[in-house]
C-alpha cells in the first residue's frame, strides 16, 4: 500500500521561504513522476510541478524561478523548495504519485503566506 505524508508548511511571510516534503511509502519514487498540487479556499486543485522519473522537472509558469522540485531517491522523498513567497502562494499543498493502475495523493500541508 502507498502512503504519501507531507510535511513542511506553516505561516511566512511574503518574500520568505518554506521547503516542503513528501515521505513516500509503499513505491518508490524513482520510478514514478511525482506531482506538486495546490488548492486554495474556493478554487480547484491545480497542479504546481511535476519530476519525471528520469528526472524533467516542469513547473506552472506562476512558480517558474521560484520553486524547486527535487527528490532523495534514498530517503523516497521528494521536497518543494519555495522562495519569494507571495500571499497567492497560500494553499493547501499535496504530493501525488502517479502509476498507470492508481493515483496517489498524501494528507495535504497548509501553507500560508501573509501580506
Known amino acids: 500500500q502507498v502512503h504519501l505524508v507531507e510535511s513542511g508548511g506553516g505561516l511566512v511571510q511574503a518574500g520568505g521561504s518554506l521547503r516542503l516534503s513528501c515521505a513516500a511509502s509503499?513505491?518508490?519514487?524513482?520510478?514514478?513522476?511525482m506531482g506538486w498540487y495546490r488548492q486554495a479556499p474556493g478554487k480547484q486543485r491545480e497542479l504546481v510541478a511535476t519530476?519525471?522519473?528520469?528526472?524533467?522537472?516542469n513547473y506552472v509558469d506562476s512558480v517558474k524561478g521560484r520553486f524547486t522540485f527535487s527528490r532523495d531517491n534514498g530517503e523516497n522523498t521528494v521536497y518543494l523548495q519555495m522562495n519569494d513567497l507571495k500571499p497567492d502562494d497560500t494553499a493547501v499543498y499535496y504530493c501525488?504519485?502517479?502509476?498507470?493502475?492508481?493515483?496517489?495523493w498524501g494528507q495535504g500541508t497548509q501553507v500560508t503566506v501573509s501580506s
Open positions: 509503499g513505491r518508490s519514487i524513482r520510478v514514478n513522476t
Open positions: 501525488r504519485l502517479y502509476s498507470p493502475s492508481n493515483n496517489y
Open positions: 519530476l519525471t522519473a528520469d528526472g524533467r522537472v
